[in-house]
Nanobody
Framework: VQLQASGGGLVQAGGSLTLSCVASGSIFSTDHMAWYRQAPGKERELVAA???????NIADSVKGRFTISRDNAKNTVYLQMNSLKPEDTAVYYC??????????????????WGQGTQVTVSS
């Protein structure tokens, strides 16, 4: 199983970006999916998460500006980022809890990470 993130780039403050992350490989089911970010010199932090029933959890620092969604048929999670600020600059990582078969699903699946995509917001 692999997670491939895309959509990062350089944007001016106030602009928008949409990140995508596609899961591929031997996938039986996907539980939660999420986006994390890590800025230079800081710890990785949760930005947004979404369950298989599309219940979402958004970090207070981005609430009202970022939206997480998913397309289960495409095994894809999205992060729509609006009103971007310089402090949103970070490497963004997607994360998913994926089961490769019914056996692994019974035991709670496995945690997978994407390779990260850089988001830079200029002031």
């Amino acid at each position: 199983v692999q997670l491939q993130a895309s959509g990062g780039g350089l944007v001016q403050a106030g602009g928008s970006l949409t990140l995508s992350c596609v899961a591929s490989g031997s996938i039986f089911s996907t539980d939660h999916m999420a986006w994390y970010r890590q800025a230079p010199g800081k710890e990785r932090e949760l930005v947004a998460a979404i369950t298989s029933e599309s219940i979402t959890n958004i970090a207070d620092s981005v609430k009202g500006r970022f939206t997480i969604s998913r397309d289960n048929a495409k095994n894809t999670v999205y992060l729509q980022m609006n009103s971007l600020k310089p402090e949103d600059t970070a490497v963004y990582y997607c994360n998913a809890d994926i089961s490769e078969d019914p056996y692994s699903e019974f035991y709670g699946g496995h945690d997978y990470w994407g390779q990260g995509t850089q988001v830079t917001v200029s002031s």
